[in-house]
């Protein structure tokens, strides 16, 4: 990977997928594509702020959430360019916008709000991060939909389908906590795992959105427990909501839009009865 142009208020880098990033579809997997979004953050964050600021000892910067969007299938041996920016900051908050570039083509969008932390507990962002970030602050920050699926954590330990993970050292980032790329992986098999139970009698499933909240990055050796059920359904596409409970405690929790499609065409198809009914048994 290499560094590109810098704008000042936008900043832009080149990213090579590598084999180990596909999945069984043979395309890039959502969560790599996640991570190169976070990948995106943290290189601009470098450039913006010196060569050792991709860790901290006291104040760490993290997400309260972020709004994926996977506009395209993203293929193997092509880079992918990721152009970030700066599109609102608070004494508290920030917002940054990436979007993702393969041949030219736009097949990536996230929105992340980023925050401070100190022990675990949120604070101001340090002064020195305020102003860099607000001096480059474009103003085209986009207001996040409610997150009106975080409403039903409350009775996740009701949630229909269960699964439990063992957490991994590769779980732990270079800060030693719960990586945001773990918790990324997390909310992915709660939904693949899930997925994989359903009977699609020949038709195929792609994710369009992921919108992930995120409680704390504790880190933990004990199970994770993931919840999940579906809390919308649609023509062609359902809603499934998950979470990971860590000690019975939300640690992070996802709402992902996802779309039945023809693996012919890749195009999307009408929810056919016998699949709508098992949709319909996990509703939450």
Request: a negative charge; proline letters at 4%; charged letters at 20%.
């Amino acid at each position: 990977m290499t560094d590109s142009k810098n704008h000042n208020a936008t900043l832009s880098f080149t990213f090579t997928p590598r084999y180990t990033d596909l999945d069984t579809w043979r395309h890039v997997n959502n969560s790599r594509l996640y991570q190169l979004h976070q990948e995106a953050r943290i290189r601009a964050h470098i450039q913006r702020f010196g060569k050792d600021a991709w860790f901290s000892d006291d104040v760490r910067l993290r997400p309260l959430r972020s709004l994926t969007q996977y506009r395209q299938v993203t293929w193997y041996d092509s880079d992918i360019e990721a152009q970030i920016s700066v599109t609102d900051c608070t004494d508290d908050s920030f917002q940054m916008h990436s979007e993702l570039y393969q041949n030219g083509v736009l097949v990536g969008i996230q929105e992340c709000e980023m925050a401070a932390f100190e022990h675990g507990h949120r604070v101001l962002l340090p002064s020195a991060i305020q102003r860099e970030l607000s001096a480059v602050t474009t103003g085209n920050a986009i207001a996040l939909p409610a997150a009106e699926y975080r409403e039903q954590l409350a009775h996740a330990h009701n949630f229909p389908v269960r699964q439990q993970l063992t957490p991994r050292y590769a779980d732990l980032d270079a800060d030693s906590q719960r990586s945001e790329a773990a918790l990324a992986r997390y909310m992915e098999q709660a939904r693949s795992g899930a997925i994989r139970q359903l009977d699609f009698a020949g038709l195929g499933v792609l994710v369009a959105a992921v919108d992930i909240s995120f409680a704390h990055f504790h880190a933990g050796w004990t199970p994770v427990e993931l919840a999940a059920g579906i809390s919308r359904i649609g023509n062609s596409s359902f809603l499934f909501t998950g979470c990971a409970l860590h000690k019975d405690e939300v640690q992070a929790a996802a709402s992902s839009v996802m779309v039945v499609i023809d693996p012919a065409t890749n195009r999307p198809v009408h929810i056919p009865p016998a699949l709508r009914e098992q949709l319909e048994a996990w509703r939450i």
